[in-house]
């Protein structure tokens, strides 16, 4: 029918990145190493023979094809699955997105898409790009993780954006360290959460480094992304009361009540705004996670312990 949608994989990461590939209704494509597949991908991690992805009645389906290193949707390692638009598919170093196209495009021969792919991977090439970077606007950088965390990737994941450099060091898929703008007064999981709230900036996962640190992060990565996300809901639901982190702060005088009435955290809390004067630098320095800060931030303003002035 000709009002059904047309659908192309787009490669958002790795050597083919920017590359589109069609998917012609009521046809199968083989994807792997081999010259003679119909998506050839040339690197060390794609099996000669990887997945299979077939379009029958609507329905676009992709099988793993028995791969090495194996085949992985929206972070799962799968056998075969469904896909839906948006779905991202994770074969070797590429990420690759399902997408809906006009009609050109999807018009477009498997034979012109190859050579498309071949001449971009090329270029690639030429140009020193790392096998696997992209932008997180179009693989956010929990997906990002949960991808590289399931097929047990290595390396040191760099992500630039506006709010700074951020570094994540991996093993076997497992996040044990992380930095933003190298600076390792923040905990390694306090970095991580933040970098989680990055909307914006570009990625790239660098070879691995033999690196000691004093404070490895010990929970599996599915734990530190779960935690992660949970901060990062409830801190984005009090933002319209915190103040912006330029802000200044003071405590007034005389104090609207009594410091012993204060709890420990709510204690370091003030003693941070003493020294400091403002809501960044009390996040930075506090020794808790940012949204245990912005709570007691909250909780010291409401009863008038500290004020905007």
């Not at 390396?155 to 630039?160: A, H, I, P, R, W």
């Not at 734990?223 to 809901?233: S, V």
């Not at 982190?245 to 012993?260: E, H, I, Q, W």
Request: proline fraction near 4%; glycine fraction near 8%; aromatic fraction near 6%.
């Amino acid at each position: 029918m000709s009002d059904r949608p047309h659908y192309a994989l787009r490669f958002i990461s790795g050597k083919y990145q920017g590359g589109e590939f069609p998917l012609h209704r009521d046809r199968e494509i083989v994807i792997g190493r081999s010259s003679e597949l119909d998506m050839v991908l040339v690197e060390d991690m794609v099996s000669r023979k990887h997945a299979r992805i077939s379009t029958e009645s609507g329905d676009i389906v992709i099988q793993d094809l028995g791969s090495t290193n194996g085949t992985f949707v929206n972070g799962e390692k799968i056998e075969e699955a469904r896909l839906s638009e948006g779905d991202r598919i994770l074969v070797g170093t590429s990420i690759i997105k399902l997408v809906s196209v006009d009609e050109a495009v999807q018009s477009q021969s498997e034979a012109e898409a190859r050579q498309q792919l071949e001449a971009g991977a090329r270029h690639r090439a030429t140009t020193h790009s790392r096998q696997m970077s992209g932008v997180i606007e179009e693989i956010p950088l929990p997906d990002l993780l949960q991808l590289l965390s399931t097929s047990r990737k290595a390396g040191v994941l760099t992500v630039s954006s506006r709010a700074g450099v951020g570094r994540i060091y991996m093993r076997n898929g497992q996040v044990y360290f992380a930095a933003i703008n190298d600076d390792f007064a923040l905990t390694p999981q306090k970095a991580v959460y933040r970098m989680l709230s990055w909307t914006e900036g570009t990625f790239e996962l660098e070879p691995p480094v033999d690196m000691q640190v004093m404070e490895e992060i010990e929970e599996s990565t599915e734990a530190l992304l779960m935690e992660g996300m949970r901060q990062l809901d409830e801190f984005r639901q009090m933002e319209g009361e915190l103040p912006s982190g330029d802000a200044s702060l003071a405590v007034p005088t005389p104090l609207a009540g009594k410091l012993r009435d204060l709890a420990a955290p709510e204690l370091d809390v003030f003693q941070l705004v003493l020294d400091h004067g403002q809501v960044q630098a009390v996040l930075d320095h506090y020794a808790g996670s940012d949204l245990d800060a912005a709570q007691h931030l909250l909780s010291l303003m409401r009863r008038e312990f500290i004020v905007v002035p």
